[in-house]
């Protein structure tokens, strides 16, 4: 590696420590307590001192150095480990002049160090472990990225901090090393993933897992990533969605699905769109898409429940609540409202085409019927919806796997959810018939280019599954990501990935 001028120093450091025989990366560590373990343990042992002399509270701790304040014969210091910070109390008395030596010259903000001694409380009242033996366990040869300076007590203490977005999604682990609201974002996911799997798993939902690798993508209007098997010499997609694996499950005599996984979609990268994401799928049998609306509901104010404490969440300035039945809106009459074009009035592509021109609205000359209504949605309805929304009832065209509404054949029973002005979920009540479902497979191949997005390709297994016979139910999509995002208060999927996808450097 080339080091830079900090960086030399640190190395420098490295190797004067080695030569003292000081190992600066040890092979073991014996911390006896978290940082909130000791805490607790201090707390309680002064609610049992009655006013009677404390016991003594002895642990060894272990974590990153944080800030470092020496004030001649005594230092002050803070690490930090998964549960919290503890103050570090120094004192040439305790650890000798050596020691305070050893420390101030060759330790820095960034190291993992392990400290020993007894927790007490100082006189400003903070949980305290005043040390008596400390070692290094990690040397970090780079300084945490940038510092900021705060005057405490008259004292300069020295505060890693990071803000640039682009360095933040670049070099996550040095985020979240000096970012602890980007660690709670991190925890928050997780959490909403536990209650999800609660939720479904208390309502006899199995769990389970399909291909990622798929000799055939669907499920979804999405172009794929395509690989190669050398062995099979097979061309294989990274999956753009569960849906027709999961269904295949309801075939074969599981009634109630889910997967929790990741999706592929090469397509563009937004604030709300990553190549790689998170999504929810399930499938219950004997459900319809109204039964699926309010299993939405009931779920997502689950997780508001389980994680939030609320049903009440801030989202880019808007005070969402997810406390009572969502909005339903008729996606005709929506379009009517908006944009003042009635779809069931322009049957074809050409004439809604005309039809929104006139409207002094550009599209791309010869799009498919169900192409425009979804880009009319997208630009003019969608922004809209900051309260928890269902559109409902969407045309055929762009609904491949959707069931027909009763003597409607134009119309599917379809909804997607919206909130904070973006799609959350996407649901069908799900087409069944095979005959059918190949006619749709067939109308698709013809409507769209073969390279367009929206076309879906035939899969001759998953008629063959249905051939057998399906129940009739309902399915359910919805992005992991943009719920985190919801909950939150992130404006962009960025921040609640761990790892985005950024753009090469030598593109920018």
């Excluded at 002895?58 to 800030?67: E, W």
């Excluded at 190291?111 to 970090?140: H, N, P, Q, Y």
């Excluded at 009832?393 to 069931?403: E, F, G, H, N």
């Excluded at 309902?474 to 992130?490: A, E, H, K, P, S």
Aim: with cysteine; glycine share 8%.
């Amino acid at each position: 590696m080339e080091l830079s001028d900090l960086e030399k120093v640190r190395f420098e450091k490295i190797n004067a420590l080695r030569a003292m025989g000081v190992e600066p990366y040890p092979t073991r560590a014996n911390p006896t307590h978290s940082a909130a373990d000791a805490v607790r343990a201090f707390e309680a042992a002064e609610a049992s001192a009655n006013g009677e002399s404390l016991p003594v509270v002895a642990v060894t701790l272990a974590g990153r150095l944080r800030s470092m304040r020496a004030m001649g014969k005594i230092t002050f210091a803070h690490i930090e480990d998964g549960s919290g910070r503890v103050q570090l109390f120094m004192r040439v008395n305790d650890i000798g002049e050596d020691g305070m030596k050893l420390f101030a010259d060759y330790f820095d903000l960034g190291d993992f160090i392990e400290a020993a001694g007894e927790m007490f409380r100082t006189r400003t009242g903070e949980i305290t472990l005043k040390v008596t033996a400390f070692s290094m366990l990690a040397k970090a040869l780079s300084p945490l990225p940038a510092a900021k300076d705060e005057v405490v007590d008259g004292q300069v203490v020295r505060h890693a901090t990071l803000t640039d977005p682009e360095v933040r999604y670049r070099q996550r682990y040095a985020d979240l090393a000096v970012n602890p609201e980007v660690r709670q974002i991190f925890r928050t996911r997780a959490a909403v993933v536990r209650a999800i799997r609660e939720f479904l798993d208390d309502r006899d939902f199995l769990e389970v897992e399909t291909p990622i690798l798929q000799p055939i993508y669907g499920g979804a209007a999405a172009k794929p990533f395509v690989t190669h098997h050398n062995q099979l010499k097979q061309d294989l997609y990274l999956r753009i969605s569960f849906e027709l694996y999961l269904k295949r499950l309801l075939v074969g005599g599981y009634e109630r699905v889910y997967e929790i996984g990741r999706d592929f979609r090469n397509e563009g990268v937004s604030f709300k769109h990553n190549p790689e994401f998170t999504q929810l799928e399930f499938y219950c049998a004997y459900a319809d898409y109204q039964k699926v609306m309010k299993l939405t509901e009931e779920m997502i104010g689950h997780v508001c429940d389980k994680v939030l404490g609320t049903r009440q969440v801030e989202f880019n300035g808007h005070t969402i609540d997810f406390s009572g039945p969502w909005k339903r809106l008729d996606l005709r009459q929506a379009l009517i409202d908006t944009v003042g074009i009635d779809i069931d009035q322009h049957l074809t592509g050409e004439s809604l085409e005309a039809a929104i021109r006139a409207k002094g609205i550009q599209v791309k000359p010869g799009s498919p019927r169900g192409k425009l209504i979804d880009g009319l949605l997208g630009d003019y309805i969608e922004p809209t919806l900051i309260q928890p929304t269902f559109l409902y009832d969407y045309p055929r065209d762009i609904s491949p796997l959707a069931k027909n509404r009763p003597n409607d054949p134009g119309t599917v029973e379809r909804f997607e959810g919206f909130v904070g002005g973006m799609e959350l979920c996407n649901a069908f009540t799900e087409l069944n018939d095979p005959l059918e479902q190949e006619a749709r497979f067939k109308e698709m191949g013809r409507a769209y280019e073969a390279d367009d997005e929206e076309r879906h390709p035939m899969d001759e297994d998953y008629l063959q599954a249905m051939s057998y016979g399906m129940p009739p139910n309902g399915g359910f999509g919805m992005g992991i990501d943009r719920l985190v995002m919801l909950l939150t208060d992130r404006r962009t999927i960025r921040e609640v990935l761990l790892f985005p996808h950024l753009r090469g450097r030598e593109e920018e």
